[in-house]
């Protein structure tokens, strides 16, 4: 069947709008997949907000900090950060509430810094 003109550039059309369509349907797939997935990791963190530090190793449970001072002053600089989405940093998508308990952590640009532990130098203290 010989298509004419028309029939060609119609056919080209609707090939160019469903190829869109599915290149546009992935993408949002992606970020709707994504979303689902910092979501459900989000409501873990907010349920199991409290864990049991017996369960933990004692090489990890040596990197977290106990000072009460450091993790709620690197807390209150993550709070007013312009980078701070929810409850996640978009510079390194970190969750914020672990990632300021951990010593060994820093902020990505630079707001604070490393922690020492029992007097091994793993960095400096907090700045503000």
Same mark, same amino acid.
């Given at each position: 069947?010989?298509?004419?003109?028309?029939?060609? /550039?119609? %056919?080209?059309?609707?090939? &160019?709008?469903?190829? *869109?369509?599915?290149? *546009? @349907?992935? /993408? /949002?797939?992606?970020?709707?997949? #994504?979303?689902?997935?910092?979501?459900? %990791?989000?409501?873990?963190?907010?349920?199991?907000?409290? *864990?049991?530090? =017996?369960?933990?190793? =004692?090489?990890? !449970?040596? +990197? +977290?900090?106990h000072d009460e001072d450091i993790i709620e002053r =690197?807390? %209150? /600089?993550? @709070?007013?950060?312009? #980078?701070? #989405?929810?409850? @996640?940093?978009?510079?390194?998508?970190? *969750?914020?509430?672990?990632?300021?308990?951990? %010593?060994?952590?820093?902020?990505?640009?630079? &707001?604070?810094?490393?922690?020492?532990?029992?007097? !091994?130098?793993?960095?400096?203290?907090?700045?503000?």
């Amino acid at each position: 069947m010989k298509l004419s003109g028309v029939e060609k /550039i119609l %056919a080209l059309v609707k090939y &160019k709008i469903i190829s *869109f369509l599915l290149r *546009f @349907n992935v /993408i /949002i797939g992606k970020k709707l997949s #994504f979303w689902m997935a910092q979501h459900e %990791a989000d409501d873990y963190v907010i349920k199991n907000e409290k *864990f049991d530090l =017996r369960t933990i190793p =004692r090489r990890i !449970k040596n +990197l +977290l900090l106990h000072d009460e001072d450091i993790i709620e002053r =690197r807390r %209150a /600089i993550c @709070n007013d950060c312009e #980078f701070r #989405f929810g409850l @996640n940093c978009k510079k390194c998508g970190c *969750f914020i509430d672990a990632k300021t308990k951990v %010593a060994g952590q820093s902020c990505p640009v630079g &707001k604070w810094d490393k922690v020492i532990i029992e007097d !091994k130098k793993v960095g400096s203290v907090a700045t503000a």
